[in-house]
């Protein structure tokens, strides 16, 4: 992403409702992804699975990498 593309979302991470939101999305699909892992049983699914849940946590630090990119 380019500087513009973060100064776009800032006004989003700056809102609290906002991010509580998407936090709140984000959580909940890294537990349905963890339910999935619990039961799958070959290893590219596992790996599509860790790949999600990994790109899910990111959200948690959304606001701090937005910020960043926007200076």
Known sequence: MNREDYRELVWMVNQKDCMDLLLKYA??????????????TDMDTVNKLQGRIAELKRF????????KGAE
Do not use: K
């Open 60 to 67: 948690r630090t959304l606001r701090d990498e937005v910020l």
């Open 27 to 40: 959580d909940a699909r890294i537990e349905a992804a963890r339910s999935n892992l619990e039961t799958a």
